[in-house]
Structure formats: C-alpha cells, structure tokens
C-alpha cells in the first residue's frame, strides 16, 4: 500500500465528507469559461429550511450534447460519457426515492442557460453537471470537482462546496480514482443556478488508464454509484 495511499485513508476516515487535495496539473477543459459580471444580488438558499426537503429534486446535467461534442479521444466522445452516467446516476438515486430531472435525456444541443434555466425553474434542490476531463499531458488523472465560491451568497456558495465534498468523496472510495480535490471555478452552471450546483469531471479522457476504465459500463457504474452516495450523503446531513 502506498505511503499517500495511507493518509487518504486516514483523511477519509476523519472527515464526513473528503475535502481532497489540489495539485495542480496542465489541464485544458473542455468546459466553457464565461466571465465574471456583475448580478443582483439572489435570494439566499438555506436548503434545510427549504419547504420540500422531504422531496430533494435532483437535477443532473449531461455536458456538451448535438452538435458540441465535448472532448474526443479515439472514438470516445464525452458528450455520450456525461449522458451514460447521468443515467445510471438518476437510476439509483430513483431507488433511492429521489425526484430527478436531466436537461438532456439525449443527443441533443443544450444552452448553458437552458440547463440553468430548467434547474431554477423548476426550484431544484441541487443541481449537478458531469463532464470528462482531457489535457495535453496524459498523464494528468484523477476526478475533481467545481463549485462557485459566490461573496453575495455564501449561505449557497458553502452548501455547494459541501456538496462538492460528499460527493468527491463518494467517488473516490466507490472507484480508488485520484482525487484533484474539490475546486473553485466560476463556470456559467454553477454561477447561475440559484441552488448548490457543482460540477463533475470525472477523469481524463487523455489518460489510457482513465480512458480505458471509462470505456466499461462496470466502472461507469461505480462512478455513478459513487456520484448518487454523495447526493444521498449531502441530502441527509
Ligand atoms: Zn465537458
């Protein structure tokens, strides 16, 4: 057993939920970067004291569809990774007795308002993105996940950084994929919906080691059990 290997298991153990480490590698994502502007002030999301937290509405997001493809490495496309796993994620957590709504159920173009826009709509409890990573090294590896670290919000920006949390960790202990840790980002889905919202890249595509474990529905598998535990772990504490 690895050295590292043995503190995160220690870590693991101390913590509810992983916080994971950051080390920051050369990663080019293929997710949209939109920038900062100025807003209204939200009305705050306090999701314990939110009148249908007996039924949390999940919403999951599948990233890029249509015509944006996401990244490509041979023949894998991430645009039909996002949805296979978004899938088998609303499949456990419906056993779980969770509502879930996907932007996309299939191969189609979706703006990022719109995927916004059903989420805030619809007042979701909390609002999900999946996305695969890809980087021009190929070692880069391991899964991180992105939270808006909003200042005019921070009741939001804490319960989303909590969600980013449960389920980084989740899916590290349902896969012994590396963590990069749960990051800050100011991605449009994540800045814009008015409840907890992450996003999830959940490896590189770019890494034959990584490619190769998403290209088996078993390993998806896991992964998506991993994301639905830590739904279930976030909407249960
Ligand atoms: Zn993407």
Known sequence: MRLSIFFLGLVLMLTPCYAG????????RAVKRV??????VRRT?????????????VILDAGHG???RGAKVESVLEKRLSLTTVLLVKRVLEELGYR??????????????????I???????????????????????GVEVFFYPSKKDTSRAKESKHLANCVLYQMV?????????????????NREADM????IEGGFMTNPNELSNLKSRDFLGKLAQGIARGIDKYLKT
Do not use: C, E
Not at 21 to 28: E, L, V
Not at 119 to 141: G, L, Q, R
């Open 119 to 141: 989420a805030n709509k619809m007042d979701a409890t909390i609002f999900v993105s999946v996305h695969y990573n890809s980087a021009s090294n190929p070692k880069a590896k």
């Open 66 to 68: 249509g015509k944006d």
């Open 35 to 40: 920038s900062v502007r100025k807003r209204p």
């Open 100 to 117: 879930v709504v996907l932007t996309r159920s299939h191969d189609v173009s979706l703006t990022l308002p719109r995927r916004v826009g």
């Open 173 to 189: 202990d349902n896969t012994s994929m590396y963590s990069r840790g749960v990051k800050k980002g100011n991605l449009y889905v």
């Open 196 to 199: 907890p919202s992450i996003l």
């Open 45 to 57: 999301h306090l999701i314990r004291n939110r009148p249908h937290q007996a039924h949390p509405l």
């Open 21 to 28: 480490t950051s080390r920051p590698m050369p990663a080019a």
